[in-house]
């Protein structure tokens, strides 16, 4: 009998003590954008797409006025922020698309420790809710990268509303329109484009909506259907530590608006501008809904939201601002690396706050892992954030960013950046900017400043001789 006794003491200390680390372990959510522009955002200044469920999370957290991601396009920017670290340490350069997403050996390695693995080691439930775009073929499942549940698809894209496109307003590039023709061609809700020069790409070719290892008929709106989803996640999960990716395709092509949201924009003439305004009014609304459960569950408190974009807008695809930038999606200046990030932690986090130093979307990783008790693995680039926001630490977290993607590349050093658009050149063409002096990056100071080029080259130079070869392309 004292045996048993001792027995169920000791369970109950140890159940104690686990619910009690688990008390302490904030719940967390990503909430990323798909080619999303800087400017986009009420927050950020646009006065003509109302978004403010989004803007409430900077309103009520922080908003992060020099935030980069790791590179100006969709999966080696997924693979810096799920690992923590420049994705071309380890190889992961390019951005596959199409069939290139099924190829045995494209995808993120196996033996690079992701942020859902290293949480699911703390004892958090993790979700994948959304677009993974991290590799096709089954070597690179979530489920293999450290993820509880997956609902989403695996591709660069996926259509809103398969056809016959009910229920949506759809632009779709082409070509050459009905006539052998250029311009536009409207029929009802569906438009043709020839502004971008070539087709629509294949998005849904070989690329279902899953749920976790098998293909499932989606008949809602696709962000409206992440959204149920993940708010189903959430109140599944309420009792326990979680950390949820929710990774949207919106406002990534191809531009299908609900004809309930189109409505809403009415004085906006453009018809692809009035799309892309309905679809990120979905998606502000989407946000809504999440923040609405984290409140109706009792949760504000116990989790920290982020929100950000992976990449830039590509403007003339999606009619997407960078602005006040320079360029967008593809490209090495600020438009294409510099994007929205916005975070909250109620009762933890001062509300209107604005953070002024450069940060990375790697410091999600060093963040997340020291708030759940774990210590971060050796040589990553990100950083842990909290000691900055809770002022604890003063100053920059960083003071210096790398980037390349086959001839294109960049250096951002102190407020100093280097910019290399070589093309097809042989030779690197770097132009350099005062991005403190210069957002814009409208003055290259290459000639005028020789000395700090070159030591900004140098620079470079050094960290591209720590990076691998490109594991694919």
């Known amino acids: 009998m004292a045996s048993i006794k001792l027995c169920s003491l000791f369970l109950t200390l140890c159940l104690t003590t686990n619910m009690l680390h688990a008390a302490d372990q904030p719940n967390i959510i990503v909430l990323l954008a798909d080619d999303l522009g800087y400017g986009e955002l009420g927050c950020q200044g646009n006065p003509q797409i109302p978004t403010p469920h989004i803007d409430s999370i900077a309103e009520n957290g922080i908003r992060f006025t020099q935030a980069y991601v790791t590179a100006p396009n969709c999966s080696p920017s997924r693979a810096g922020l799920l690992t923590g670290k420049i994705p071309t340490r380890f190889g992961y350069e390019f951005n596959p698309i199409g ?12 033996a690079e420790q992701t942020l859902a693995e290293l ?45 016959p ?49 098998q293909p499932v008929v989606e008949t809602e709106y696709l962000t409206d259907a992440f959204t149920r989803e993940a708010v189903s996640f959430i109140d599944r999960h309420q009792d326990k530590p979680f950390f949820l990716y929710l990774a949207y395709n919106a406002v990534h092509s191809p531009l299908q608006g609900k004809v309930k949201d189109m409505q809403r924009f009415k004085q906006i003439k453009d018809v692809q501008r009035r799309i892309f305004a309905a679809m990120l009014v979905s998606l502000d609304d989407s946000v809504g809904k999440i923040l609405k459960q984290l409140s109706k569950s009792q949760l504000d408190q116990k989790t920290l939201v982020i929100f950000l974009s992976d990449n830039g807008g590509p403007t003339r ?38 953070f002024p130093h450069p940060i990375s979307s790697m410091d999600i990783f060093s963040t997340s892992a020291v708030l759940a008790g774990a210590k971060v693995p050796p040589n990553q680039d990100g950083r842990d954030l909290m000691p900055y926001l809770l002022k604890q630490k003063t100053g920059s977290p960083h003071e210096e960013f790398f980037w390349r993607q086959g ?24 132009e350099l900017f005062n991005i403190a002096d210069d957002l814009s990056e409208k003055q290259n100071l290459a000639l005028q400043q020789a000395e700090k080029l070159n030591e900004l080259k140098s620079r470079w130079n050094e960290l591209n001789a720590q990076m691998k070869p490109a594991l694919f392309r």
């Open 99 to 110: 069939a290139r997403n099924e190829d045995p050996g494209t995808g993120l390695p196996p």
């Open 119 to 163: 949480l699911h080691d703390q004892g958090y439930t993790t979700g994948l809710i959304g677009k993974w775009h991290l590799g096709g073929a089954a070597d690179y499942h979530p489920y293999r990268h450290g993820f509880d549940e997956f609902f989403g698809f695996v591709h660069e894209g996926h259509y809103f509303v398969p056809p």
């Open 165 to 213: 496109y009910q229920g949506v307003t759809t632009m779709l590039r082409r070509k050459t329109l009905p006539g052998r023709s250029q311009g536009r061609w409207v029929s009802d809700n569906l438009i043709y484009s020839t502004h971008m020069g070539h087709n629509e790409p294949d998005y849904d070719a070989n690329n279902p909506i899953i749920r976790g290892g």
């Open 317 to 354: 695809e999606l009619t997407s601002s960078n602005l006040p930038l320079r360029g967008g999606k593809g490209s090495m200046n600020e438009g294409g690396l510099r994007v929205p990030f916005l975070m909250r932690w109620t009762g933890t986090l001062k509300r209107q706050q604005t």
């Open 407 to 430: 001839n294109r590349a960049a250096l951002r050093k102190g407020n100093w950046k280097i910019v290399n658009h070589r093309g097809h050149r042989k030779e690197p063409a770097w």
